[in-house]
């Protein structure tokens, strides 16, 4: 809950009971909140418009990420078909068109619009028209957990309160890029570069990938203790602001260094994606 990574620890009854929770919550969530199937194969191709606050350029930038597939598919927690929309396994035997993938991914993102729309309104936050359609890719693509008043993700704290650094955001926002399967929790590249064009949408407006300026994402690892973050995501070309931590019961943190030995801190300028290393006090005689 408070959001540090511990691959390590010991999990108890009680958590292990809120995560199978929150996989049956977020099944619910990607079928717009409820339990029914109402989706219809011939419902889909129907003509009747379907209102959305997403504009057409959020669409076609949530599809470009999604890709389509005709047959439903295994999604680590779902099954999805066309642009990413959840579906039962047998729901369409015979597939869908491209058109009628485009009906459905409309259909499910009035759903999550609900949702987002609530959370904006409940907190008077307002959004610029591209901070509210990458919000709605990230929410389609992750589920509404991040809006939850319960154990209320950093996201959501900086949403909220209106103030946050570029890199404070990114950080907070980069950091849900994890898939889980049978062989653990790891963070997935793809989600990675889903992140990172999201924000180049939800700070540049930047809907096709023009803009050249972007983001960085930093992995963090240590081979003892625990991490603050295992991810975090700064602007391209500021500096490694906020910089995360390690640590351990019996050694002291002194800082990260590269796979090339270079030490990293919050001075150094953000250039290329970077994996770090803590580095203890035990084995950092000679590096400072």
Known sequence: PDG????NGSLTRAELSAIVSRIYAYRLDRNGGSTDNPDDPEDLDSDEPIELRTTDAGIEFIKAREGFTAKAYWDYQQYSIGYGSYCEKDEYPDGITEKQADRLLRKRLQGFEAKLDEFLDKNSIRLKEQEYDALVSFTYNNGDYWMREKNQSRLAALLISGRYSVNEFASAF?????VTSSSGTEIHNGLIERRLKELKLFFYGDYDGRNTNGFSYVIFRTEKGSLDVDVAVYETGSYYDPMFEASCDDDEFF??????????????RVEENLTLTALWRSEAEGWF
């Open 174 to 178: 980069g950091i849900w890029c994890h």
């Open 4 to 7: 540090t990574f511990r691959p």
């Open 255 to 268: 800082g990260w260094v590269t796979e090339n030995g270079v030490v990293i801190d919050e001075n150094t």
